[in-house]
């Protein structure tokens, strides 16, 4: 059955279904409380006060659902009706999404015109079965140099983004979304400061990016469900154009954030909390939410989801979880940020889990000696700064330090700068030859 025919479908058993209703018994922080309503967890109820306010159902008791508003409270009082909408969130997908701005349910925020007609597809869909998955083999271009020569992605890869606040994740996302080869960008701000929406799509993403891209957005202020369930419909848009034949990128800022929402979500439904204050349902969430993305016997999501540390401590729960999920990492140096250096790639500390499948021999042979030339730099700095390091002790630090403002000049990239795969390589060999 097509999308299209399986909305019509879900549409016509929605119109002809019996109308189910309840009403609010308590309104307590977070939670909402509703009695002689049936629904299942994920549904979407709507409070009829004086304002209307769709809320998530979190959890089923014996006094009710425990559910979760997806807007302002105020004016919701006790006795409200309270009416199911039907079933979980949907949203709408098709290829007039592109270029579009939505908010964390999949609504249109960018004064567009309304996306009336397009099918309509639950959010939570699950991860391809793992023997269905082809393996990658083709390297993804990401027009960053220190990216894709050092740390190369491949196309239906999963690369955790790892640094402390403001050494500049969203910086390196926008970069990539202008130099990227893939053929459709989805990008969710999730948790981001309301300031820097605006400036991120008129002038990190620029209209060529946006023209190819959608992007989802559910900023601090938005309810943790929002905040969400944001993760979730830009994945889910992802997986139309994967399905669709195309090869995308998902970018998600940040997955710490989503955790985050996770985490207020299961407190207030009554989750004891474990590590760090992270519930349990926080590490269910996060394999479930990046297994998604990957290859597909039709195309293929290559996700680039930016992990926020706590105090630039790379061993942070979500940290230490996402690394051990992901295909790989890259991690920011805030030593290299204070110095200027963009991007702050530590290269030395970022790694590719399948650089072999998407290099040759020769490639990887130019990344292996560069990598053996900032080693030997690093280990001795201090005593080249203090004039204590002679000239001669080591070979490799040597070739280091003569090249060393070739190395920084390669590894460092302007924001408006985009270099191809083919220049990348051919650079890094002119570099360590």
């Known amino acids: 059955m097509s999308v299209l025919a399986a909305d019509l479908r879900t549409r016509a058993l929605d119109a002809v279904a019996p109308l189910r209703m309840g009403q609010v018994a308590e309104l307590l922080g977070l939670q909402v409380r509703v009695t002689g309503l049936p629904a299942a967890v994920g549904d979407l109820v709507a409070v009829e006060g004086s304002t209307r306010v769709l809320a998530e159902v979190a959890a089923i008791g014996p006094g009710g659902l425990t559910c979760l508003p997806l807007g302002e409270t105020s004016g919701l009082r006790v006795g409200d009706v309270v009416r199911h909408t039907g079933g979980p969130l949907r949203i709408p997908v098709g290829e007039a999404l592109r270029g579009r701005v939505l908010d964390g349910l999949g609504r249109p925020i960018d004064g567009g015109p309304p996306l009336d007609g397009l099918p309509l597809v639950g959010v939570g869909l699950g991860a391809p079965p793992a023997l269905s ?7 993804l271009g990401l027009g960053v140099r220190a990216l894709d020569a050092l ?20 910086s390196l996302l926008s970069m990539v ?9 989805v990008i969710a701000l999730v948790g981001e400061r309301g300031r820097e929406v605006r400036e991120f799509i008129e002038n990190d993403l620029g209209p060529e990016g946006l023209a190819r891209s959608v992007v989802v957005v559910a900023t601090s202020d938005a309810p943790p469900v929002e905040r969400l369930r944001a993760a979730g419909v830009a994945t889910r848009i992802a ?3 994967r399905d669709s034949g195309r090869h995308v990128v998902l970018m998600m800022d940040s997955l710490t954030r989503v955790a985050m929402a996770q985490r ?12 760090r204050g992270y519930p349990p349902s926080v590490f269910t969430l996060l394999p479930q939410l990046l297994e998604r993305a990957g290859t597909s016997a039709t195309g293929s999501i290559t996700g680039l989801y930016t992990v926020l540390v706590e105090g630039d401590d790379m061993q942070d729960p979500i ?3 996402a690394r051990s999920i992901l295909d790989g990492h890259v991690v920011l140096s805030r030593r290299l ?4 250096h963009f991007p702050s790639i530590d290269v030395l500390e970022s790694i590719s889990r399948v650089t072999r499948a998407v290099t040759d021999t020769d490639q990887r042979a ?5 990598r053996q030339l900032l080693a030997a730099h690093r280990s001795v700095r201090e005593l080249v700064e203090i004039g204590a390091y002679v000239a001669g002790a080591d070979a490799d630090a040597d070739a280091a330090l003569a090249r060393m403002t070739r190395i920084n000049d390669f590894l460092r990239q302007d924001m408006d700068e985009s270099t191809s795969l083919a220049d990348t390589w051919q650079s890094l060999r002119e570099l360590v030859a």
């Open 151 to 170: 740390t190369p992605c491949g196309r239906g890869q999963r690369i955790g983004i790892m640094a402390g606040s403001g050494v500049g994740k969203s």
């Open 133 to 139: 998955r082809p393996r990658i083999d083709h390297q």
């Open 366 to 370: 130019d990344a292996t000696r560069l």
């Open 239 to 241: 997986e139309f154009f």
């Open 264 to 275: 207020e979500i299961g407190l207030s439904a009554g989750e004891p909390p474990a590590t």
């Open 319 to 321: 940290g230490d979880t």
């Open 177 to 185: 979304a202008r130099g990227t080869d893939a053929e459709v960008s």
């Open 337 to 340: 940020a204070t110095a200027g």
